[in-house]
């Protein structure tokens, strides 16, 4: 393939407002699109090196921050794509491809003569006559190279380089294990029987798994065939409501010890050794960087600022969530007691028993079950839901664009549009693609993600940002309906709070633009907007019977409000019990991690920390892709609990101002929140944004873990 006819390296920049022509776009054009514009990137890198001028801001940083157009347009669409639609042609690229990209990353960080420039800038950032975002690029890159090894003698930047490249490989055969086991391992219902208890939108999407991956029926035992046949994959999709509905204990607890089992079924697959690997060589990183762990070294770079106010953050909420599990316990206890049968009676309830007992509590107690909830909250409602409140805080406009094409035909693309507070014309923002349901290939869980970042050019246009999120919804059969549950529907308003975040932004620099924030400031624009699902007039209008387009009753809705802090013991212990795993297995220094064996590490940890009987951690070690499909969320799994102080502090200034859509909080909150980027130092921004810092109660307070 030749790089005149290879699209990927072909400017696309004036169609569709730069949305990659993806039905030209195959598995085979990446690696020569990768390799050509890494070659163009360092030639750019060597072109500011060899600028005999004294390096300024100008001819360094900004010429630094416009490098790598070409890489990285043809990186993001690589790695949307691993993500989004990981064929395996594609994961063998991706494979490929692990290492080579890595070491483009150091051949930058570490490239001859940049960072002594860079570093020149640096130190006379205050007298330079710059203003405050500059200074704040300036910062930003010269930390960057630090913390890549840039202070490091050549012999240690080599080993350093090595380092990277190894991690990167071992990050991604991670990630494809887990994906394989997800796509590939499953519980199979066969009988009547194995149905029990199951709703009609599980099966339905049971079915289609089955069918997706040519599941047909078998020859029982009996000599008769099945007249339906039905798979449990291990994505949490499918699996986590099975655990809640189905009435079979032994196929619950079949299902849950596969599913939290990923990462460690299948031989070929186990990920535990290349978790191993992976902690190691971030210990040798810290050490590198003089850090006697990788937990401070992660953290440093943080508001969090270092291990000690994560522990303290997570104690001071893990402590009070046992207290408020074991209330959660005794009542399941009661339950059982009083309704099971001699038969149904159990020794101790189990992991694969809590979400069963729970939503039959949760019935008994609200009068609430799924089967009544989720009619109203139909995916095409809730995803109107998402953009009239964008509307009414930020005035923006979604226009569908059907004859703009994706990837994949579940997927849509929407012009974003902005109204002019001054009454001009709408003006283009942003291109938002939606990527709903679950599919093979298709990474589990949800994330936003962008095929362009938001900047500006060297004319001070603003370059629009291509934002994309992805949820794993169960897709309907047919012209049916997908309908959420209230946890699915807070799932996306939280990921369009991560795509707001981007296509909202609105800075200079690329470096400092959209969700490119502190990794404990980026969830607070996703969880503040979980917040207006739960108001009232936002549930009113969008909350109507996929049927009759009724809006879900006033006594409905007050039982789901009522039922808000329900089982929150079990959810904040389930999490804060993965965050104090983390924050310990990363504080482990290279001597320790030597001897160590990472399933007795996570169960001892466990034992020490109390973990209450019935719960388990919600990643597990072995498959908890947040620590070990990459770096981002190493020893930073806490940053979710730091968030929430940010969001429900912040969500209460507009309640104090007279309600969610206050005008003057939604000009502020854009200000500060969505369109700053990281163009301040984000704990600033909260000050700007709140007037204060911001305080722990109203965090404690949303999750139910003190009386108001």
């Known amino acids: 393939m030749s790089s005149f006819t290879n699209v990927l390296l072909q400017e696309w920049s004036n169609d569709n407002h730069g949305l990659p022509p993806f039905e030209k776009i195959t598995p085979d054009l990446f690696e020569e699109a990768l390799n050509v514009s890494m070659e163009a990137h360092l030639k750019e890198i060597a072109a500011i090196v060899n600028n005999s001028e004294a390096p300024t801001f100008d001819n360094t940083i ?16 690589f790695s949307n794509l691993c993500s989004s639609n990981g064929v395996p042609e594609l994961q063998a690229v991706e494979l490929k491809m692990a290492g080579p990209l890595a070491s483009h990353y150091n051949k930058i960080a570490t490239f001859p003569g940049l960072f002594p420039k860079v570093d020149t800038v640096y130190q006379a950032r205050a007298s330079s006559g710059l203003n405050g975002e500059q200074v704040r690029l300036v910062e930003r890159f010269h930390l960057d190279f630090v913390r890549a090894g840039a202070k490091f003698s050549e012999e240690a930047q080599a080993r350093y380089a090595h ?29 009547a029987a194995d149905f029990a208890g199951l709703p009609a939108d599980l099966v339905t999407a049971a079915k289609q798994a089955a069918e997706e991956r040519g599941v047909t029926a078998k020859v029982q035992a009996d000599g008769s065939t099945a007249t339906e046949v039905a798979i449990i994959t291990l994505s949490r999709s499918l699996v986590e409501p099975f655990l809640v509905f189905s009435e079979r204990r032994e196929l619950r607890e079949k ?6 089992s990923r990462g460690e079924l299948v031989e070929e697959r186990f990920n535990l050794p290349i978790a191993k690997r992976i902690l190691d060589l971030r210990a040798e990183q810290a050490k590198m960087h003089e850090y006697s762990n990788y937990a401070q070294y992660a953290t440093a770079d943080t508001m969090a600022g270092s291990p000690v106010r994560v522990k303290t953050l997570l104690e001071e909420v893990w402590n009070k969530a046992k207290v408020s599990v074991q209330s959660e316990r005794e009542e399941l206890e009661r339950f059982i007691k009083e309704s099971a049968s001699p038969s149904q009676e159990i020794a101790a309830i189990e992991p694969w028993d809590w979400r069963f007992y729970a939503e039959k509590v949760r019935h008994k107690n609200y009068n609430l079950d799924n089967a009544e909830v989720k009619p109203y909250f139909p995916l095409p409602n809730m995803v109107h839901a998402i953009f009239d409140c964008a509307y009414k805080l930020f005035k923006l406009k979604f226009v569908l664009k059907p004859e703009w094409k994706a990837y994949h ?14 009454g001009g014309a709408d003006q283009v923002v942003a291109v938002f693609l939606h990527d709903n349901y679950a599919r093979q290939h298709k990474r589990s869980g949800a994330w936003m993600s962008e095929f362009r970042c938001q900047y500006r050019d060297e004319h001070g246009h603003r370059v629009l940002p291509i934002v994309i999120n992805n949820n794993n919804f169960n897709k309907p059969s047919g012209d049916g309906v997908s309908l959420l549950s209230f946890d699915d529907a807070v799932t996306l308003f939280h990921e369009f709070g991560h795509g707001l975040h981007g296509m909202l932004s609105n800075v200079t620099y690329r470096r400092l633009a959209g969700t490119s924030v502190l990794r404990d400031f980026v969830e607070l624009p996703s969880q503040l907007y979980e917040h207006w699902l739960s108001e009232r007039e936002v549930l009113k209008q969008h909350a109507r019977h996929y049927q009759t ?13 009522a039922a808000r802090h329900f089982n929150q013991g079990f959810q904040t212990v389930e999490y804060t019990a993965s965050a104090l795993v983390d924050a310990a297995v990363h504080q482990l220094n290279g001597e320790e ?11 001892e940890e466990l034992a020490r920390l109390g ?21 981002s969320y190493a020893a930073a799994y806490y940053v979710y609990l730091w968030a929430e102080v940010l969001d429900a502090d912040a969500f209460d200034a507009f309640l104090e101002n007279g309600g969610p859509f206050q005008p003057d909080v939604a000009r502020k909150v854009l200000q500060f929140i969505y369109s700053a980027g990281n163009s301040q130092d984000p704990a600033q921004l909260f000050r700007s944004f709140r007037g204060r810092d911001p305080i722990i109660e109203p965090m404690l307070k949303k999750k139910g873990l003190v009386r108001e």
């Open 593 to 603: 991690l030597t001897a160590v064996d990472l399933k007795a590490f996570e169960q």
């Open 549 to 561: 387009q009724e809006p879900i009753p006033d006594e409905l809705l007050q039982r789901l409000m």
């Open 409 to 422: 035909p579940d997927v849509q693309v929407y012009e974003v549009l902005q109204e002019q507070e001054n």
């Open 163 to 191: 380092i990277v490249e190894e991690l990167a490989g071992l990050e991604t055969k991670f990630t494809q294990n887990v994906m394989a086991d997800e796509a590939e391992i499953y519980l199979e219902l066969t009988s």
């Open 62 to 77: 900004l010429a630094l921050d416009r490098s790598g157009t070409l890489f990285n347009r043809v990186q993001d669409t």
């Open 255 to 260: 299902a849950w010890r596969m599913w939290t």
């Open 611 to 631: 973990m209450p009987q019935g719960i388990v951690m919600r990643h597990r070690l072995p498959h908890f892709q947040h620590l070990f499909s990459g770096s």
